[in-house]
């Protein structure tokens, strides 16, 4: 069983579409977060999410919007898509504070 | 706010050698937890040691092992024995304690060491 799961895994989109990517856990975590790696592979978190309730937001730009419509679910919509938003993208649950990630979707914006 | 270095952007080591890859972090917390994630072709990211500053003892998880020193803000991770299995971007990261603020926790990552097993 994957524990924690994103769809889809490839997105390759033109600029100024709107797309969602979608996470789902089954680990039970109360908490979920979505974190940005860039083309030179550096990490940044963007939201977390605790018991459905927003908590970061890392000064991401109004175009991604989050949802959480239960604690095992957490979406990333993205809107009017620009070039700077290909990169791979993770969700990520956590349990007693050790992170576990999901396989990522790399996105790719033309 | 909390910073990560890692300095060796790239390293090779011969299958079965041991190799050391370093990271220093900046911060003025006391508590806090220190990560060493694995990134292999595939992408996925996985958790290969944890340690929480609070424990003297250095973390060890089969063939890896950690050297924490608090006092100089070290956290070096050892690969004995490697395998070509350990092929992978290795990331160092920091994650301050924040009590039962969950969701506040969040990990910031070092950029990383690209290591490299050869046959």
């Given amino acids: 069983d994957t524990a924690v ?7 390759v989109t033109q600029m100024g579409n709107d797309k969602s990517i979608k996470c789902e856990q089954n680990l039970g975590h109360d908490t979920m977060y979505w974190y940005k790696q860039d083309s030179k592979k550096f990490l940044k978190i963007m939201f977390s999410y605790n018991n459905k309730e927003l908590i970061i937001n890392e000064t991401v730009p109004n175009r991604f919007s989050p949802k959480s419509p239960d604690k095992a679910h957490l979406n990333l919509h993205i809107n009017s898509l620009e070039l700077g938003d290909s990169a791979v993208y993770f969700c990520a649950s956590s349990q007693e504070r050790t992170k576990y990630f999901g396989p990522g979707t790399r996105l790719t914006v033309t | 706010a909390q910073t990560v270095t890692q300095s060796q952007p790239e390293m090779s080591v011969q299958e079965a050698e041991t190799v050391t890859l370093s990271c220093t972090y900046d911060t003025s917390e006391n508590n806090y937890y220190l990560f060493w994630y694995k990134q292999p072709p595939s992408r996925q990211m996985i958790l290969v040691i944890r340690q929480e500053a609070y424990k003297q003892q250095n973390a060890t998880e089969n063939r890896f092992s950690v050297n924490f020193q608090k006092a100089a803000k070290s956290f070096s991770l050892k690969i004995s024995d490697s395998q070509l299995g350990d092929t992978a971007m290795y990331f160092c990261a920091f994650m301050k304690h924040v009590g039962s603020n969950f969701g506040n926790e969040k ?13």
Avoid at chain 1, 5 to 11: D, E, I, R, V
Avoid at chain 2, 112 to 118: N, P, S
Wanted: glycine share 10%; charged share 10%; no cysteine.
């Fill in chain 1, 5 to 11: 799961s994103q769809t889809p895994k490839y997105l």
């Fill in chain 2, 107 to 119: 990990l910031t990552f070092g950029t990383g060491t690209r290591l490299t097993i050869i046959p």
